[in-house]
């Protein structure tokens, strides 16, 4: 079982910057990867970033693809979303998520999930 806790989320002018965190617990395997999503009101969760627990290799989604950026702290159990150059339209609520496997963009891939953090940019 793996617990996921987000915390970082607030409010930010357009073209600011935020980091949002998770931190996990539980049994947290080497071949786990982790993932960012972010779901908006009235519209499908859609894939932000992931990175393998073990490789730190790293895939994103176009929308976010050169201003966001992906990281883990294996020894401390936490995963960061670092997000510049922000714009209202990234406003949504992020989750957490971990899978088991290679890096995924579906939210069924996913098998435990956070709460999430909301994120507010406005113009």
């Known amino acids: 079982q793996v617990q996921l806790v987000e915390s970082g989320g607030g409010l930010v002018q357009a073209g600011g910057s935020l980091r949002v965190s998770c931190a996990a617990s539980g049994r947290i395997f080497s071949n786990y990867v982790m993932g960012w999503f972010r779901q908006a009101p009235g519209k499908e969760r859609e894939f932000v970033a992931a990175?393998?627990?073990?490789?730190?290799?790293?895939l994103y989604g176009d929308s976010v693809k050169g201003r966001f950026t992906i990281s883990r702290d294996s020894a401390k159990n936490m995963v960061y979303l670092q997000m510049n150059s922000l714009k209202p339209e990234d406003t949504a609520v992020y989750h957490c998520?971990?899978?088991?496997?290679?890096?995924?963009?579906?939210?069924?891939?996913?098998?435990?999930w956070g709460q999430g953090t909301q994120v507010t940019v406005y113009s």
């Open positions: 998520a971990a899978a088991s496997g290679g890096l995924a963009e579906r939210p069924s891939n996913y098998n435990y």
């Open positions: 990175i393998a627990w073990n490789s730190g290799r790293t």
